[in-house]
Structure formats: structure tokens, C-alpha cells
């Protein structure tokens, strides 16, 4: 091979980053249609014994808290995977599925109920997966089950206080979420049983009219634990040898589908973990078990052995848990990171002849951000994959299949990539949805279509941002008259500063996608934007049937002395005119939250500043996904952002910015990624406490840059509620809590749809 497969890693981790300043790779990531008509993606595929119609393959996500308590396949889970079914993709995928109930202590939750979906435990489930398998079929989708064989090291510790259970992995491995509570080694016995679950598991598939099975060896979950030896160091048995498990877990599943039923693997190239943390590979505690993670040559070896056991497909990607963001790729990562891992496995395979057992090609299927039609289709063109996966774009869009075969390119919804909706919210307890459309998620409830207004009111919706945008178009389309006051002069409140760093090019996406839907709605309805207005009590008195203020918030100046200096900035208004950063070299960032960290990043990769990072808090990001905060705080480290947390700001005094710095050594590390930070609400009885240690620090700093959050802006609304300025006065949005856009989109929608 060409490829040097012993620095691929390496290599490809270090070219990220400049993906953003090459022009002909960042333009494909943008809805554009300059490979229209996509003849490669919409070309069929043949998978063993069935054709798929198109190369759309959607990604696994997991369907947490979508089936009953006891597993079966609830009704919002059936429509969730209909509506994508009805939007034209091909393959569809479900979230894991563990078949290893009783062996794997993290899998359920006291009382056996389970918060995955289940096709183990008895015919009750069954019909579930039957109901959801037909109305795929449908729409002429083919469905494949994901079978895990567990959790292990990654799964909740919480099993050891429930079930008072150690959690389990392939040897001693600390537990990811609290790397002080050990996972201790499955037995082989054990491992036989979960490889027999596994058999009759997708034999259980295959007889409710599943079209294939999908194994999950991948992420770090047990089955890549059993076969890498990063975290296999197993010295007796069958399973000590790191790949007879995945090959003897896929010949049972052979034996029992026969040869015709399809048989797909997840896997990753390499964890990455060496090439991500390098030196700390020998001096974190919880990293060092995992050095000799198994090596690019050692992965196609398994993968050839995986065909030759009956293995019919791939998807290949790269990292793990323990370096979150690359297998859940977040906004601040290009477009189609992987596509140079696939074309490599693709490339492997062609070279060596590699067929599978029904002597067919083996296709590969490329991962990693790849919801722009252009993008997919110049990927297949150019043999970089055999299909593309798309998990985030089919929920911001289910319809992106059957617009982008139609051409209709610039009407599809695209994801940010924040992950706070599909994967934040189950993670804290909730079921996937979507940032940017309120529908998904709630298939189940929600009609498809907007009711028409019964009787059309005269609506004023003050604030242009993702609430108003949304309220506004929701209630235009239903007959609605609606006008939009905007005190900016362009649509998209927040959205507009935070568009600028060039890796939030997603939201500059999303952006034009709400422009774009602005202008096609005011062709059709009463829909009208009136912008450079900062509208008044006296013009809205009287004049509307309802209000909707969406009127965001006003960024915090707490009482610090000095800030009243020109030196002195909010982020939200530098990102506005980043004319006011020209002669400042030395930046001092106050906040360390999403946007501080946003900005800091921006000023040190975009623009070459100096920048110090303070936060007061001991963790950055705290509330974001594991995946974003990781990337972002990971990148600011290579930049050589200096973050102080544990830290205030006391004054401003010059060109200097005066702290209180905790310079106790039981301040952790901000710079800490490969564990992650827990919920509040999930005590962590291992946390070793911090000791207050507190001295004045001085900071050079030529610009000081705010980024401590957003008040909520209500005069207005208070006052129209005061003076009963309309016979229906709504606050939503950042004006009720300022926070995402997650929560913004919901409310503008449901707003919209019921006024």
C-alpha cells in the first residue's frame, strides 16, 4: 500500500486542523449542488443477498429511553426510524442493542428494566422490532439490528451501588466514568454465553424480518475491549489471543443466519490514543494500561479474518471514549475527517483480493460529518467509500435523502454539530432529539403537517434569533400574519457572532439555511422582517392580537473595577468587529464556558493572539458534551491557550488584569480530557476535595475579552405585560432562559404551532 500505515495516524490527526484553511476542501462543506445530479449516491449497492436502493447508510444513535422499561421497541421509536425511512435512506441502523443481560451488570438498571431496547429476553419484544422492521420495508428501507456485547469499562459504575457489582471489561481496566472503581475480567465461560446471546439474538432478528445484524466493535464498548489489546491483556484461554472473540462471536452468528443474511461491523482504524495524548500515554493513570493499543496493520489483519468468519461490511472510523471527539465528531472538527481512513481499508481490501463469503466486494462505509451532498457524492466518485454514513444530518433532516436526489440541496436543515440534543440529552436523562428540528424525537406525538390557523391573528415577534426566526415561520405557514422587529441588521441573533470562528461553519450553515427559508416563506405567506428596529412600547401597543418577545439577552458586565476601560470587550461584540482585537497581541479571556473558550480558541488559531484563559470554576464547559468540550480544550492546549481555572478576576488596571488565582496542587488540570466531567446531580463519592490556596496573580492583557454569559433582556416584555399591550404577550428563547439553541427551536415551534 501507498499509505504509510505505521504514521497514518499520526498524520492524519495533525492535517485536521488545516483543513479550514484549504478553500477546496472547507467549500464542500456547505449546501451546495455543483456535483448535482448525484448519480454515485443514489446508485443501489447489493449487501450479501439484499440490494440496498442508495449508498445513505443511517448511523447508529443510540435509542435510549425510546423502548419500554422491559425492552420491547416502544411506538416513538418505530416512527423515529419510520420518518427516516419515508426520507429516502437506504440502510438504516439501530442504536446498540446489549445481548450480554446478566453477564454485564451496566446494561440494565435495578429491577432488570433496561433503558436500551431489548431482543433477548422473550416474544414480547418481538413485535416491536417486527412493527419497525415492515414500516421501514415500507418506504423501501432495509433496517439492521447493532448487537453489543456489552458495555464493560464504559459502561455507568452506578451498577456496583445497585447491584453491588463490579462493572465488567476484558482484563482489570479502570472504569471511564470513575477511573478509581476497576472493572474486573470477564471469565470465558462468560464470554461463551455472550457469544451464544449473540447468535440467537440475530437469529431472533433474522425470523422478525430484520434485514441484517450489526456488530458494535467499536468505541472502546466490550467487543473492542476483547479485541485490542490496549485494554485485552488477557495471559490464559481462548479469549487471551485479543481476536478469537470477535472471530468466534461472528462464526456463531453465521451458523445461525446461514450465509445469505448480512453481517456488518463497526470498528475503528486505531483508538488514536497514542497519537492524541503521546507522552501522557506513560504518565496518566487511568491512559497507561492502554499504550499498546492494537496497531493500523494489526486492525486490517482482524478485518480480513473478520470476512473470511462471514463479515460482510464495515464501517471504520477512529478513537474512543477516552478521546470522545473523534468518534463523535463535534462542530469545531471538519467535514469528512475520515474519509482518508475508509479509502485506506477500501484500498487494503482491492489490493489483497479481499471477498466476502458470498463472493462479493466488501463495502466500506465512510464516517465522520458527512451531510453535505457534494461532499458524499465527490467522496464515492473518487473511491474514497462504498457508502456514507449519516447519523446527526438524517435527525436535523429526515428528508435530506429525497432532497438531495431531488437537487432541492438548499433546503436542507443542517446540523450544528453542538450534540446537545442527540447526545446530550440522553446522556443526562432524556431520549435523542435535535437541536434544530423539534420534530425529531417526538414522531410519535407530533403531526407531520402544520393544522391551519382557525382563526389568522396578527402576530408581532420581536427578536430575529432562532426562537423568533422559528415562532415566525411555524405561525406564517399556518395563515398566520406575522411581523419580525430585529434591532440588528441581519437575521439570527446569536447565531451571527457565533458564526464567525471558521470551525463553526455549521452554524453559518444553519444560518443561511434560516435566511433561505425567511425568503421562501415570504413568498408564499404574510411573513415580513423589519430590521435595524429597536421596536417600542407605544408602536406595539394595541396593533397585535399576540407578541412573542424573543428579544435574547444582554450580555453580563459584573461590578469589577476597570471594566469600564476601551481595553475592555464583550466576546459577543468582538465577534461582531474583530477590527477592535488589530493592535492587541495579549488576550485575556474571561469565562470559561462555551463561548470564552470558543473565542480564545479563535483568537490564538484564526488570528495568532497570546491568550490567557480564566474561569472560576474548576472544569471548563462544564455543561457541554463530552465530545465538543474535549476537542475544543484539546486544540487550545496544542495552541498554547494558557487556562487559569480556580480563578477571578479582580480588576482591570491598564493593560493588566488583576486575579485571585487557587494555586493549591488540588486544582485539577484544565486540561484534562480523557475522563469526563460528571452531571451535578451524580455524586461522585471518590472526588478529592479542593483546598483553597488563594493568591494575587497579574496578567498582561492589551484587550480584555468578556464572556461570562447572557442576562435575559425582559423590559420590554415586562412592560407590554404591564400596559396589556396585546391580548396574548409570550416571552421564549434566550429572554426566558438564555442557554441553546436546542431549547430556543423548541419553543419557537412549539410557540408557533399553537398560537
Given at each position: 500500500?501507498?499509505?504509510?500505515?505505521?504514521?497514518?495516524?499520526?498524520?492524519?490527526?495533525?492535517?485536521?486542523?488545516?483543513?479550514?484553511?484549504?478553500?477546496?476542501?472547507?467549500?464542500?462543506?456547505?449546501?451546495?449542488?455543483?456535483?448535482?445530479?448525484?448519480?454515485?449516491?443514489?446508485?443501489?449497492?447489493?449487501?450479501?443477498?439484499?440490494?440496498?436502493?442508495?449508498?445513505?447508510?443511517?448511523?447508529?444513535?443510540?435509542?435510549?429511553?425510546?423502548?419500554?422499561?422491559?425492552?420491547?421497541?416502544?411506538?416513538?421509536?418505530?416512527?423515529?426510524?419510520?420518518?427516516?425511512?419515508?426520507?429516502?435512506?437506504?440502510?438504516?441502523?439501530?442504536?446498540?442493542?446489549?445481548?450480554?443481560?446478566?453477564?454485564?451488570?451496566?446494561?440494565?438498571?435495578?429491577?432488570?428494566?433496561?433503558?436500551?431496547?431489548?431482543?433477548?429476553?422473550?416474544?414480547?419484544?418481538?413485535?416491536?422490532?417486527?412493527?419497525?422492521?415492515?414500516?421501514?420495508?415500507?418506504?423501501?428501507?432495509?433496517?439492521?439490528?447493532?448487537?453489543?456485547?456489552?458495555?464493560?469499562?464504559?459502561?455507568?459504575?452506578?451498577?456496583?451501588?445497585?447491584?453491588?457489582?463490579?462493572?465488567?471489561?476484558?482484563?482489570?481496566?479502570?472504569?471511564?466514568?470513575?477511573?478509581?472503581?476497576?472493572?474486573?475480567?470477564?471469565?470465558?465461560?462468560?464470554?461463551?454465553?455472550?457469544i451464544k446471546n449473540g447468535a440467537q439474538a440475530a437469529a431472533d432478528a433474522k425470523a422478525a424480518t430484520i434485514d441484517g445484524v450489526y456488530l458494535h466493535g467499536h468505541e472502546g464498548y466490550l467487543l473492542e475491549q476483547l479485541t485490542n489489546p490496549?485494554?485485552?491483556?488477557?495471559?490464559?484461554?481462548?479469549?487471551?489471543?485479543?481476536?478469537?472473540?470477535?472471530?468466534?462471536?461472528?462464526?456463531?452468528?453465521?451458523?445461525?443466519?446461514?450465509?445469505?443474511?448480512?453481517?456488518?461491523?463497526?470498528?475503528?482504524?486505531?483508538?488514536?490514543?497514542?497519537?492524541?495524548?503521546?507522552?501522557?500515554?506513560?504518565?496518566?493513570?487511568?491512559?497507561?494500561?492502554?499504550?499498546?493499543?492494537?496497531?493500523?496493520?494489526?486492525?486490517?489483519?482482524?478485518?480480513?479474518?473478520?470476512?473470511?468468519?462471514?463479515?460482510?461490511?464495515?464501517?471504520?472510523?477512529?478513537?474512543?471514549?477516552?478521546?470522545?471527539?473523534?468518534?463523535?465528531?463535534?462542530?469545531?472538527?471538519?467535514?469528512?475527517?475520515?474519509?482518508?481512513?475508509?479509502?485506506?481499508?477500501?484500498?487494503?481490501?482491492?489490493?489483497?483480493?479481499?471477498?466476502?463469503?458470498?463472493?462479493?466486494?466488501?463495502?466500506?462505509?465512510?464516517?465522520?460529518?458527512?451531510?453535505?451532498?457534494?461532499?458524499?457524492?465527490?467522496?464515492?466518485?473518487?473511491?474514497?467509500?462504498d457508502m456514507v454514513m449519516l447519523a446527526r444530518p438524517l435527525l436535523a433532516d429526515p428528508e435530506w435523502p429525497n432532497k438531495a436526489y431531488a437537487g432541492r440541496v438548499e433546503s436542507i436543515r443542517p446540523c450544528i454539530g453542538d450534540q446537545e440534543a442527540c447526545i446530550n440529552e440522553f446522556v443526562n436523562g432524556g431520549h435523542p432529539q435535535c437541536a434544530v428540528n423539534p420534530f425529531t424525537g417526538f414522531e410519535d406525538v407530533l403531526p407531520r403537517e402544520l393544522s391551519p390557523a382557525p382563526q389568522p391573528k396578527k402576530i408581532a415577534v420581536v427578536g430575529a434569533g432562532p426562537a423568533g426566526i422559528m415562532s415566525a415561520l411555524t405561525a406564517a405557514r399556518r395563515g398566520h400574519k406575522v411581523q419580525v422587529f430585529e434591532r440588528h441588521n441581519r437575521i439570527g441573533g446569536m447565531l451571527v457572532p457565533g458564526s464567525v470562528p471558521k470551525t463553526k461553519y455549521e452554524v453559518a450553515n444553519y444560518l443561511a439555511y434560516l435566511e433561505n427559508q425567511v425568503e421562501e416563506c415570504r413568498k408564499e405567506h404574510d411573513l415580513s422582517i423589519v430590521l435595524n428596529t429597536q421596536i417600542t412600547l407605544e408602536e406595539l401597543k394595541g396593533g397585535f392580537d399576540a407578541i412573542l418577545f424573543c428579544s435574547g439577552g444582554t450580555p453580563i458586565t459584573p461590578p469589577i473595577p476597570g471594566l469600564d476601560q476601551d481595553n475592555v470587550i464583550q466576546a459577543v461584540d468582538l465577534f461582531r468587529s474583530p477590527a477592535r482585537m488589530k493592535d492587541a497581541q495579549k488576550v485575556v479571556v474571561i469565562g470559561g464556558g462555551a463561548v470564552g473558550c470558543e473565542c480564545a480558541h479563535w483568537l490564538a488559531s484564526e488570528h495568532g493572539k497570546e491568550v490567557?484563559?480564566?474561569?472560576?470554576?474548576?472544569?471548563?464547559?462544564?455543561?457541554?458534551?463530552?465530545?465538543?468540550?474535549?476537542?475544543?480544550?484539546?486544540?487550545?492546549?496544542?495552541?498554547?491557550?494558557?487556562?487559569?481555572?480556580?480563578?477571578?478576576?479582580?480588576?482591570?488596571?491598564?493593560?493588566?488584569?488583576?486575579?485571585?488565582?487557587?494555586?493549591?496542587?488540588?486544582?485539577?488540570?484544565?486540561f484534562i480530557t480523557w475522563s469526563p466531567v460528571l452531571p451535578d446531580n451524580i455524586h461522585n463519592p471518590?472526588?478529592?476535595?479542593?483546598?483553597?490556596?488563594?493568591?494575587?496573580?497579574?496578567?498582561a492583557a492589551d484587550l480584555v475579552v468578556l464572556a461570562i454569559g447572557l442576562r435575559p433582556n425582559t423590559a420590554l416584555y415586562d412592560a407590554c405585560v404591564s400596559e396589556n399591550a396585546a391580548p396574548q404577550v409570550q416571552l421564549i428563547g434566550d429572554g426566558f432562559r438564555t442557554g441553546r439553541v436546542f431549547e430556543a427551536v423548541k419553543a419557537g415551534f412549539a410557540i408557533g404551532r399553537t398560537i
Open positions: 500500500m501507498k499509505t504509510n500505515t505505521e504514521t497514518f495516524v499520526q498524520d492524519l490527526l495533525a492535517d485536521l486542523p488545516g483543513w479550514f484553511e484549504d478553500e477546496e476542501r472547507f467549500k464542500l462543506a456547505r449546501m451546495t449542488r455543483e456535483y448535482y445530479p448525484y448519480r454515485e449516491l443514489f446508485s443501489p449497492i447489493q449487501i450479501n443477498s439484499i440490494k440496498v436502493k442508495n449508498r445513505i447508510v443511517m448511523g447508529p444513535m443510540g435509542n435510549i429511553s425510546m423502548a419500554e422499561e422491559m425492552g420491547r421497541p416502544a411506538n416513538k421509536m418505530i416512527q423515529y426510524f419510520t420518518e427516516r425511512a419515508r426520507g429516502g435512506t437506504g440502510l438504516i441502523t439501530s442504536g446498540l442493542i446489549p445481548i450480554s443481560q446478566g453477564i454485564d451488570p451496566s446494561v440494565t438498571e435495578r429491577g432488570d428494566r433496561s433503558y436500551f431496547p431489548r431482543i433477548d429476553r422473550s416474544r414480547t419484544v418481538f413485535s416491536g422490532w417486527r412493527d419497525l422492521a415492515d414500516t421501514d420495508h415500507a418506504y423501501g428501507a432495509h433496517f439492521f439490528i447493532q448487537l453489543t456485547p456489552g458495555l464493560g469499562r464504559v459502561g455507568s459504575p452506578e451498577c456496583l451501588l445497585t447491584k453491588h457489582a463490579l462493572p465488567v471489561s476484558a482484563s482489570w481496566n479502570p472504569n471511564f466514568y470513575l477511573p478509581d472503581v476497576p472493572c474486573r475480567p470477564l471469565t470465558d465461560g462468560q464470554l461463551r454465553r455472550i490496549a485494554f485485552n491483556r488477557r495471559l490464559l484461554g481462548r479469549f487471551a489471543d485479543w481476536q478469537n472473540f470477535g472471530l468466534d462471536l461472528v462464526k456463531a452468528i453465521r451458523k445461525a443466519v446461514g450465509p445469505r443474511y448480512p453481517i456488518m461491523y463497526r470498528i475503528d482504524l486505531s483508538l488514536a490514543l497514542n497519537a492524541t495524548y503521546g507522552e501522557r500515554m506513560d504518565s496518566v493513570k487511568s491512559l497507561r494500561k492502554f499504550k499498546e493499543e492494537r496497531t493500523v496493520p494489526e486492525t486490517l489483519d482482524y478485518m480480513e479474518n473478520l470476512v473470511r468468519a462471514g463479515v460482510d461490511i464495515f464501517d471504520v472510523d477512529l478513537g474512543s471514549y477516552d478521546n470522545w471527539w473523534l468518534p463523535h465528531p463535534p462542530n469545531s472538527m471538519p467535514s469528512g475527517c475520515f474519509l482518508a481512513v475508509s479509502r485506506l481499508v477500501k484500498e487494503f481490501f482491492e489490493e489483497r483480493g479481499i471477498r466476502s463469503n458470498a463472493g462479493l466486494p466488501v463495502p466500506v462505509v465512510a464516517v465522520g460529518k458527512l451531510g453535505y451532498p457534494d461532499l458524499a457524492e465527490k467522496a464515492l466518485r473518487d473511491e474514497e467509500c490567557t484563559l480564566v474561569e472560576m470554576l474548576p472544569e471548563l464547559m462544564k455543561p457541554l458534551c463530552t465530545a465538543n468540550r474535549g476537542h475544543l480544550i484539546h486544540e487550545m492546549e496544542k495552541l498554547n491557550v494558557k487556562v487559569l481555572n480556580c480563578t477571578t478576576l479582580k480588576s482591570v488596571q491598564d493593560h493588566q488584569a488583576v486575579l485571585a488565582r487557587n494555586v493549591s496542587p488540588t486544582v485539577p488540570s484544565p471518590l472526588a478529592k476535595p479542593i483546598v483553597e490556596e488563594i493568591q494575587d496573580e497579574t496578567v
